[in-house]
């Protein structure tokens, strides 16, 4: 009982000289660390991406590497229209790059239909987010037997 009554007076002594004082205050800071987070604010506006994972269909290198990975990339975008396909030169590699994944059980279910033309794995990478793909499950015939 005697420390309750204790903390009640330390926190009403706080709010008397609180309530005494001005309401206002200034803040001083240093000016670099406002510029500081002006620049941060101003580089996550122009950044669009997120870590994510997208599926590596190739790596090319040497002569007509290019040409070799352009032409994938055609190839690829005529089968799956609705997938993003991205050619990253990492030299002396031009890679091609499929998807952009949140997680990686998307890109590995992606993986699956596409394992058979093209052989690719899964790798970490910044995507370019969409708004998330909703699909919705509609069974074709419904009977039911009771």
Known sequence: MLCASIIFNFQFSIFNSASAQSSR???TGDVTVSAMVDRHVEFNNRVKTIPGFRVQIASFSGANSKTSAFNLRDRFALDYPSV???IIYDEPNFKVKVGDFRT???AYAFLQQIKEVYKGYIIKDNI???APAVEEY???NLEFEF
């Open 25 to 27: 205050f200034t803040i």
């Open 84 to 86: 993003q396909a991205y």
């Open 104 to 106: 990686r059980l998307e």
């Open 128 to 130: 370019n987010p969409g």
């Open 138 to 140: 509609a069974p074709d």
